[in-house]
């Protein structure tokens, strides 16, 4: 639920809205289907109600964002710069060069990359695409590549893609490691299995939702390592900021000299951001954030005419530049100090995020309300990043698992019939954070109990057409979704076949080992070693007390040599032992050990429950 005064935000300011519209060129098409026919994006499915007045279904505040948000087309920022808008979750932007253009992020999907790309040339002409910039490596940013280029040209070195130091190690790590876990998240998170109206899927706030198509990747030919470096490609200047560890662990802003244009990535769009987002991930500095904030506005900000993100629409005007990145940067260092100041005073992180007060000034900004990150969820975060999960209360130290506290706190509070009654008058009385907390213990005691799911989904459903913040609307949505028809799974799987290809040995060493089932593999002693002719190096992997363990070029003795070429590699990332041998797996020794390691292999499930036990 919000808090926000809604009388006191400027409704009648519509500066956001003629931004979005201009530079406009073309709408381009809403639908976008994968080659088999599937829809793999629908915009339409947004526009087609996002219009006139907010329903009492839908916070009005995120309504206005909705609206914005899935404003789609090609839009000339600048001259020689353009964007696509509303093909995906993100934005694609294209920099015209002397005979090509430069890509910068193209998309979660080559589907919608491609036709990105496609609209931009039919009004722009056919030029070739020369580079690729991935600003940071979040896969919406990198993995529709290959729908603007092809791994031949990169490799011929007719294209060069341009990243960050760090971003292959992020942009692998992230979606292989925890992959499985944070793309059923993301599910929650985006909304992406909700019917798009206004009593389901709006947008997330940052964009509609995520497309479905095909992820891929392609290595860094270019690596940007510091503030500072200069390039020039195909007549083009760029001067490059590094922000590491901002919204990204590697991540990067760049300025356009001569045509006086900033490109600030993911650091400053027009919402408060994530600092943990509910998917999962890494919690992101704010004290960092806020510095490179004020580095970019030292380095860059009064010689822009333009600043422009790879979400949301661009800010024009000098000054205006300056003012927008001021507020945003404020925004995270005022979280940041305030947080800290209180938990250094002994609060804990809820009791700081219901606690603390934004200024007036920043709570007037469009750009600085929750829509995808929120005050809440980030303050504790900050919580979590410099002091952990425990707050030094030794109550909860050694807490009960939930469904075991839950049976027990429902049996205190007189049975699963009496605390469903108690949290019906709590529903009607509008206490529904209680009301969702104790529904929450009858669920986990009892997963059948009808009346508890039933009260409880309506429960969420009410907070979601409460929440101001569009992750949190499709968190409370997707949830009372899966409580009244079953597990929607994971609609994006962001660990693809490409990028699984793309695994260093060591990284597909890191990914084998968290997928060992430890007590299943206790009492086995492995020792295989891998030469791989491709790598040009070779490894020996041991299993012992379940810990799979790899040391490069060690010669002590093995049970059992592989000999595997870089196909079969790749199918043995992909669990599939008949395919490696298919594609040239040699084995010499206890062929055995093979066996017995994959066989103590425990995937990810992309169907865990998340609102039941």
């Not at 925890?178 to 940052?206: C, D, E, I, K």
């Not at 209680?434 to 986990?444: G, M, Q, Y």
């Amino acid at each position: 639920m919000s808090t926000t005064d809604l009388t006191a935000l400027p409704f009648g300011d519509t500066a956001d809205f003629d931004a979005t519209e201009r530079g406009f060129v073309a709408a381009g098409r809403s639908v976008i289907r994968d080659a088999s026919g599937e829809v793999v994006w629908d915009n339409g499915s947004y526009t087609s109600f996002l219009t006139g007045e907010a329903p009492d279904t839908v916070h009005p505040s995120l309504w206005r964002q909705s609206i914005l948000c899935a404003r789609q087309g090609l839009f000339e920022v600048t001259d020689g710069i353009y964007q696509i808008r509303g093909y995906d979750l993100s934005n694609m932007s294209v920099i015209e060069g002397d005979t090509g253009v430069i890509v910068i992020d193209p998309l979660i999907s080559t589907e919608t990359a491609a036709a990105a790309l496609a609209l931009y040339r039919e009004h722009r002409g056919d030029r070739p695409v020369v580079a690729v910039i991935h600003t940071h490596s979040h896969v919406d940013h990198f993995g529709g590549v290959k729908g603007v280029v092809s791994q031949a040209d990169v490799d011929a070195g007719r294209v060069q893609i341009i990243a960050p130091e760090g971003f292959l190690e992020h942009a692998i790590s992230e979606n292989v490691y925890a992959g499985t876990a944070m793309a059923r998240r993301a599910g929650y998170m985006y909304g992406a299995a909700l019917p798009r109206g206004p009593r389901g899927g709006v947008g997330a706030g940052l964009g509609q939702t995520t497309s479905t198509g095909t992820i891929t990747l392609i290595d860094p030919t270019v690596t940007i390592t510091t503030t500072g470096q200069e390039m020039t490609v195909d007549g083009v200047r760029m001067v490059f900021q590094m922000a590491p560890g901002t919204e990204a662990p590697a991540e990067m802003h760049f300025y356009f000299p001569e045509r006086r244009a900033l490109c600030l990535a993911e650091n400053s769009c027009h919402t408060l951001h994530n600092l943990l987002t509910l998917r999962g991930a890494q919690v992101r500095d704010p004290h960092i954030w806020a510095h490179y904030l004020t580095e970019a506005i030292e380095m860059f900000a009064d010689r822009s005419d333009v600043l422009f993100t790879s979400h949301h629409w661009p800010t024009w005007g000098t000054g205006n530049v300056v003012e927008f990145l001021g507020v945003q940067r404020d925004l995270y260092a005022y979280l940041h100090d305030q947080t800290l100041r209180l938990l250094n005073r002994g609060y804990t992180g809820p009791e700081i995020a219901e606690m603390i007060e934004m200024p007036p000034a920043l709570e007037r900004a469009w750009h600085t309300h929750g829509y995808y990150g929120s005050v809440s969820h980030n303050v504790k975060a900050i919580y979590q990043r410099y002091l952990g999960w425990y707050d030094g209360n030794p109550a909860r130290l050694w807490k009960l698992p939930p469904e075991e506290a839950a049976t027990r706190y429902v049996e205190f509070m007189g049975g699963a019939d009496e605390v469903v009654a108690k949290a019906r008058r709590c529903v009607e009385a509008g206490e529904l954070r209680w009301a969702a907390e104790v529904l929450d213990h009858v669920v986990f005691a009892e997963p059948d109990h009808a009346a508890a799911r039933s009260l409880l989904a309506d429960t969420f459903e009410r907070l979601g057409y409460g929440s101001e913040n569009g992750t949190w609307r499709c968190e409370f949505l997707s949830a009372a979704m899966e409580l009244r028809t079953g597990n929607f799974g994971t609609p994006t799987a962001t660990a693809s076949a490409d990028i699984v290809s793309h695994l260093s040995p060591e990284m597909l060493f890191d990914a084998l080992a968290v997928q060992v089932d430890g007590p299943k593999a206790w009492d086995l002693d492995l020792a295989i070693g891998w030469n791989l002719p491709d790598h040009g190096t070779s490894y020996r992997m041991t299993l012992r007390n379940g810990v799979l363990t790899h040391v490069e070029g060690s010669n002590k003795p093995v049970a059992l040599t592989l000999t595997v070429p870089a196909a079969a590699f790749i199918a043995l990332a992909g669990g599939d032992i008949g395919a490696a041998r298919a594609a040239g797996l040699a084995a010499d020794g206890d062929e055995s050990q093979l066996a017995t390691l994959f066989g103590v292999l425990q995937p990810g499930d992309p169907d865990f429950d998340i609102v039941l036990p």
